[in-house]
């Protein structure tokens, strides 16, 4: 009986640390697959129109300039790469396909995405968003 209990006892513990392996590898990789989605749909042309879009929006450069002053080290993430993996752990890649979906199609405002999005990040981690969209547009 002993030898049963260490055998399932040792099964758990390692069908759980496979289970944390492909969480972890697995929103690794959806993290990589979704930087490489918004990469190649974002030319010149595209990033151009992003920036003029920003310029032209008094909500959102009150947003870039509050990103512009905030201190990275207080941040709890810094790269695209991080935030993304956030983003996949608290909102879920299969709701961020959809809002992206929606939001090519026009049937979801800016005001909505914002709401869900701020809904399920805490103020560091919105902060921090803030941070690296501002990092990526000024490169």
Known sequence: ????LTITAIFF????????????F????????????????????????VKS??????????????AATTNPDTLPFQTKEEATRVLIKKVGVNRLLDIQEQAQNGTISKDEVLSEIEGKLSEDEISALKYVIYMELNK
Do not use: P
Request: proline residues 0%.
């Open 53 to 66: 879009f920003i310029e032209n929006d008094s909500k959102v450069q009150e947003i870039v300039r509050e």
């Open 1 to 4: 009986m002993k030898k049963f």
């Open 26 to 49: 697995g929103t690794n990789i959806a993290s990589e697959k979704i930087i490489e989605k918004a990469e190649a749909t974002l030319n010149d042309e595209n990033l151009e129109e």
């Open 13 to 24: 513990v390692l069908l759980g640390v496979a289970g944390y392996a492909v969480w972890h």
